[in-house]
């Protein structure tokens, strides 16, 4: 049977077309009865559609994602768009969790710099997020960063460079920066970059945000080459730079690694 693309939790909320929909909500389980139940609390809260859309498909539906810990889901309410990480019956809550308060931490803090998704709820083993509407830095880096003048360029990397500096400030590692690929958005209105995923991050690491992040684009990333070239950037002057900031983790030595990229506010 096929799924349409929007569920409407409003309509019928015992007798669901297709169980698959509640398995979506128990995974890997398929335990109705819990994904049933899930899905009520999800419409307590006032949502009212889940939009089965994404690039990755379970029993045979459509979800933004599926991770170690979570299955995530597009929802909408009568406000807005929101992201669902929906945990695993086969994994730990405590990882939705961690980041549920790693995120308020970081939006008591820095809420005004767009540097995350603003945590909406966490409660039945779901985290419910505002959604950011853009490219992931994998898509970014293989075609859109092409598009943009150097200034806008400038202009994007300080933003992004910026926020991960002030994630080490605030003493958050985010964990998988050194993959960043899939764990930063630029929106799509003005490419202005968020961090995503901050189920692996710590406030008890060592932090290297700012460190991995810089190492990832430049040497590892598919537009590294095109980063140097357009900057004239030599990694070997940059490796000392980094490491004078990994031991510092001072505006200074962060305004010379923006010195070197040549990057404007």
């Known amino acids: 049977m096929e799924v349409p693309n929007v569920v409407n939790l409003k ?6 077309d ?5 398995y979506l909500f128990s995974y890997p389980l398929r335990d109705v009865e819990i994904g049933v139940s899930r899905i009520k609390y999800l419409s307590k809260l006032g949502i009212d559609r889940i939009f089965l859309w994404g690039n990755t498909k379970l029993y045979g539906i459509n979800v933004l994602g599926k991770g170690k ?16 990480k929906v945990s695993r019956l086969d994994s730990s809550v405590d990882r939705l969790a961690n980041e549920y308060n790693v995120l308020t931490i970081i939006h008591e803090k820095y809420g005004s710099e767009k540097m995350a998704p603003r945590p909406l709820f966490f409660k039945n083993g779901i985290l419910g997020l505002e959604y950011i509407n853009g490219y992931s830095m994998e898509e970014f880096l293989s075609e859109y960063i092409y598009l943009l003048s150097l200034d806008e360029l400038r202009h994007t990397l300080y ?23 899939k764990h930063i958005i630029f929106m ?9 995923d901050f189920e692996s991050a710590s406030i008890h690491r060592k932090v290297k945000n700012l460190t991995s992040l810089i190492q990832a684009m430049v040497v590892r990333s598919n537009a590294a080459s095109y980063i140097r070239e357009l900057f004239g950037i030599n990694y070997n002057t940059v490796i000392p730079l980094l490491r004078l ?8 030595s962060f305004r010379n690694i923006v010195k070197i990229f040549n990057l404007t506010h």
Do not use: C
């Open 188 to 196: 799509i209105d003005d490419y202005e970059p968020v961090l995503i």
């Open 11 to 16: 309509k019928d909320l015992n007798q669901f």
């Open 245 to 252: 900031y990994r031991n510092n983790l001072d505006e200074q």
């Open 69 to 84: 810990s979570s299955i995530v889901v597009l929802a909408g309410s009568d406000k807005d768009l929101l992201v669902l």
């Open 159 to 181: 933003r992004l460079f910026y926020k991960a500096f002030l994630l080490d400030k605030l003493g958050v590692d985010h964990g998988e920066l050194s993959r960043p690929f």
């Open 18 to 22: 297709d169980v698959r929909i509640a």
